[in-house]
């Protein structure tokens, strides 16, 4: 009966110490998850400040306003340009089909026709 006591209580012992022996490997390869995963965050982080930094730079109000003269064929808004909202027509005017292809254009979309001509 001793015997059988005995070697019951050796194989619990062996039991445990293989779950702990389990346990204890389990914990480590966790342990280093973690540590891989909070070095990526860290990373990541770090790469957002860089971006951050990077936007900050490329937004600035000098370099795009150099960056729109030099890449822009803008050009200063003359007087000629501001209307009144009331003086801007509702809709195009229909052509009467009478008329067709030869009927005489509005002079002011003339003007703006040649206008456009002229920057061809």
């Known amino acids: 009966m001793k015997k059988l006591a005995a070697c019951t209580w050796l194989c619990a ?13 389990e914990v480590k390869r966790l342990e280093e998850a973690l540590t891989r995963e909070h070095r990526a965050v860290v ?31 803008l050009q200063p808004i003359t007087v000629e340009q501001i209307v009144r909202f009331d003086a801007l027509p509702l809709r195009v005017a ?17 003007a703006i026709l040649a206008s456009m001509r002229k920057r061809q």
């Open 43 to 73: 990373a990541n982080q770090e790469a957002i400040h860089v971006l951050k930094a990077e936007w900050s730079y490329l937004n600035r109000p000098g370099r795009i306003a150099e960056l729109a003269e030099r890449h822009l064929a």
């Open 94 to 110: 229909p052509v009467p089909e009478s008329e067709g292809d030869n009927a005489p254009l509005d002079p002011e979309l003339e």
């Open 13 to 25: 012992i062996a039991v445990a110490a293989f779950a702990l022996f389990q346990i204890k490997h």
